[in-house]
């Protein structure tokens, strides 16, 4: 309907129209031209007119020459017959005037259509490359009754908000430029919740036992060769000559991981090795598919590989699982989890495969967590567990994984010593928490809408005096907050306290402490919250171990009770 609209209100070529999470676009070639949001309104009623005249959907099976034939003025479609494999059942979809590839299944007929949205127009490249021709990408979504759009439509305005891209700019978090495309730059508040976040990994490898590494950054390509990435990954890297030989950036970290391993002899008693790196990772993607924080060049991965025997992965995998909940529980985050299994071309035994899934499957029991299963979706060299998170308006994120790999350690002949002096392969365990930092930063940014939790918050206390006699107490108190490690400013402009105030609440410190002559006197402060609730005076001396306690605990609550 949306691609039928497109073609009779701007006559473009369609290129491609797949159906995402919520809604779907479509994209189209128009040329030197270029669609506007002010152009949203025409094609929903090109829709509308569409939906009211209840069009059939018609399914037809069509030879590849056949569909040459339908489609020789649309070189995209084109392209997308020919890449078909030559057994492919090429099936094409009818509704009233249009017709383009498609495979289904759809609709009886175009008049359950009730209600739609074309929410968005932005621009695209084919096949997401920059070098080729440019596309304009028409978002829309549609629902059976006007209700469940409206819903829809307050759901996605909180989220705009929310969006982290807006907080990150309002808050002074980050930004992007484009003479480093894709590569953050962490302003001071963006870099204190940038460091607690690895700052919480960091407490939990400790208290878990693993070992934090720190590993190059630029490889020679025979490393990739070796570790297959430069068959399979090679456009996603960034490479380069160096002295007639080539190099990469790393994109992930478990080859050099596996040198770390395989740097002397191992003996069985040294596993589980569990190695943890934060080194800065780099990844080609194509400047049309970079968005925000959740899709980067440039990004760390709080990711660590497990080198054990076989039969410690239930144990490791099992622990793997408990500090993911515990994280996840201190950012107040959902989550469900799927265990993927052995695919049609899996390397490796068969028996090696089924004792992994085994241990998976009773590690994912032993959470106590409700799991599903996704059969023959593991990847070739091993089976894993799949983590989705879901943030407060229950949007579902990727993030955490846990992958066993039984082909590394064989492409880097990674061996350890059995108690009989046998010869034996480890088994590697990928995982991460967090996944990317920068992505869980954009993730979490949405999640509290900007209102961070103390621990997390680069806006810890503002100190407000009253008037400038108070100027010197308020710098008093700061410091000696300062001395307690909180992310502490005092106001001393010469605006009114009541706009000190607002402002800092809009500013989204956790406590605003207000002092005048008689808090000096006293030793006390006036404490509020952003939530613009006053709480009353109380002895800087008790109420500091008080904001440390909730700090530390990592609470989600004020000390107070209030909660935004």
Known sequence: MLGQALELEYGVDLTIGPALEEGFYYDCYMGDKALSDGERSNIEKRIEAIAKDGQRFERVVVSRDEALAMFEENKFKIEIINGLPEDATITIYRVGPMVDLCSGPHLPNSSFVKAVSVFNVSRAFWRADVAKEPLQRVYAITFPDKAQLKEWQHRIEEAKKRDHRNVGVQQELFFFHQLSPGSCFFLPYGGRIYN????????????????????????????????????????????????????????????????????????????????????????????????????????????????????????????????????????????????????????????????????????????GRPWVMNPGDGAFYGPKIDITVYDALRRKFQCATVQLDFQLPIRFNLTYATEGTESKRPVIVHRAVLGSVERMFAILTEHFAGKWPLWLSPRQVMVVPISESSYGYAQQVRSELRKAWFHVDADVSDRKMQKKVREAQLAQFNYILVVGENEKVEGTVNARTRDNKVHGMHKLADLIPLLVQERDSRSLNSVFGSHD
């Open 196 to 367: 607690a976040l690895i700052e919480l990994m960091r407490e939990k490898y400790w208290e878990y036992e693993y070992e934090e590494v720190v590993s190059p950054n630029i490889y020679n390509f025979s490393l990739w060769e070796t570790s297959g990435h430069a068959d399979h990954y090679r456009e996603n890297m960034f490479s380069f000559d160096v002295e007639k030989a080539e190099y990469g950036l790393k994109p992930m970290n478990c080859p050099g991981h596996c040198l770390m391993f395989g740097n002397r002899v191992r003996s069985y008693r040294e596993l589980p090795l569990r190695l943890a790196d934060f080194g800065v990772l780099h990844r080609n993607e194509f400047s049309g598919a970079l968005h925000g924080l959740t899709r980067v060049r440039r990004f760390v991965q709080d990711d660590a590989h497990i080198f054990c025997r076989p039969d410690q992965v239930m144990a490791e995998v099992t622990s793997f699982l408990k500090m993911l909940n515990e994280v996840y529980d201190i950012f107040g985050l959902d989550y469900t989890m799927a265990l993927s299994t052995r695919p049609e071309g899996y390397l490796g035994e068969l028996e090696l495969w089924n004792k992994a899934e085994t241990a998976l499957t009773e590690a994912l029991n032993s959470t």
